[in-house]
């Protein structure tokens, strides 16, 4: 059974710092995501990551895929507050529709 | 609309009752899906419409649960005699094909007192 785990779950950081969520999941899988989500709205798809090696960068984040290791890894450089919200990494499971999520990381950025 | 819209927002029902969930995905899209999010939790599947039909209902977690989507656009998510477990934030997604990128709705959430 795919198992996604996130850590840290909960993180509280200044602004200006650089800092890295991680993301391992169990088994093999074709596809990951990484999502983010403020309370009470949509969850907001920033990456998808396809193959090994994969790197996207957007803005202050950075996301990479290591499929031998099963990781994925959130960079974050130079926070800003307007970054605070929780990051989800979800993965495709058996069935390509079917996402297992890791449980989020709360990420909170004092100005 | 713009996007996936979910209505309500907010759901209170007492235990026992019976209540609906209502998603209109973006226009056009003919995949959807379910998702249910507890506190502190990522989503777990629901289910899975391909158009009209339930292509994957296997994370339903009982027959108190059951979706549909009769013509292949709003669909609505039906829980019979609810219980206070089943209270969370339901999540709908839709997606142009199955293999493309999903939007998420804000979700109801739903508290069974």
């Known amino acids: 059974e795919l198992k996604v785990e996130q850590n840290p779950l909960f993180l509280s950081m200044q602004e200006g710092k650089n800092y890295t969520i991680y993301c391992n999941y169990s088994?093999?899988?074709?596809?990951l995501y990484w999502y983010r989500q403020d309370p009470g709205k949509s969850l907001e798809s920033l990456f998808v990551?396809?193959?090994n090696g994969a790197v996207k960068q957007e803005g202050r984040l950075m996301a990479s895929l290591d499929t031998k290791a099963r990781l994925s890894t959130l960079h974050i450089t130079a926070a800003v507050h307007d970054l605070s919200a929780t990051y989800f990494c979800a993965v495709e499971g058996k069935r390509n529709y079917q996402l297992i999520w890791g449980a989020g990381t709360k990420l909170i950025i004092k100005p | 609309g713009a996007g996936v819209s979910q209505t309500p927002s907010n759901k209170v029902t007492e235990k026992g009752k019976y209540v609906e969930l209502r998603c209109d995905p973006i226009s056009g899209h003919t995949a959807l899906y379910w998702y249910r999010q507890s506190l502190g939790q990522g989503p777990e599947f629901l289910i899975y419409?391909?158009?009209?039909?339930?292509?994957?209902d296997s994370g339903l977690p009982n027959d108190r649960f059951f979706a549909v989507r009769p013509e292949g656009s709003v669909s609505t998510l039906k829980i019979q005699r609810t219980e206070r477990g089943d209270s969370a934030v339901y999540l709908c997604?839709?997606?142009?094909?199955?293999?493309?990128?999903?939007?998420f709705g804000q979700g109801t959430r739903l508290t069974v007192v």
């Open positions: 997604a839709s997606s142009l094909f199955l293999d493309t990128e999903a939007f």
């Open positions: 088994t093999t899988s074709d596809r």
């Open positions: 990551l396809l193959s």
């Open positions: 419409f391909q158009g009209t039909g339930a292509a994957d």
